[in-house]
């Protein structure tokens, strides 16, 4: 099994930042694409950004220039950098991961999520 584990969200004023991490652990020979997703209340789950295990990025429109998806694969993790928070942006946020574990094939997980409230 694999579990992904989500921190960082909290409270923030608007145009402030937060940081939000999350790390993979379990049965994982390699991770290929890892990437955040936000729901807002009544809307649909929605990508943020995603990164390939070289390093490529792929953002939404409504966040580029104000966020920034990295990534350590020695510690299976995946990290946003967020700045320039709006109230638009508030919403529950979950990371996925794409794994190859020992078994054939590959796994899509996801955390648990973490709630960003960004307000005055």
């Known amino acids: 099994q694999v579990q992904l584990v989500e921190s960082g969200g909290g409270l923030v004023q608007p145009g402030g930042s937060l940081r939000l991490s999350c790390a993979a652990s379990?049965?994982?020979?390699?991770?290929?694409?890892m990437g955040w997703y936000r729901q807002a209340p009544g809307k649909q789950r929605e990508l943020v950004a995603t990164?390939?295990?070289?390093?490529?990025?792929n953002y939404a429109d409504s966040v580029k220039g104000r966020f920034t998806i990295s990534r350590d694969n020695a510690k299976n993790s995946v990290y946003l950098q967020m700045n320039s928070l709006k109230p638009e942006d508030t919403a529950v946020y979950y990371c996925?991961?794409?794994?190859?574990?020992?078994?054939?094939?590959?796994?899509?997980?996801w955390g648990q999520g973490t709630q960003v409230t960004v307000s005055s």
């Open positions: 379990g049965s994982i020979v390699a991770i290929d694409a």
């Open positions: 990164i390939t295990s070289g390093g490529s990025t």
């Open positions: 996925n991961a794409l794994v190859r574990r020992t078994s054939p094939g590959l796994y899509l997980y």
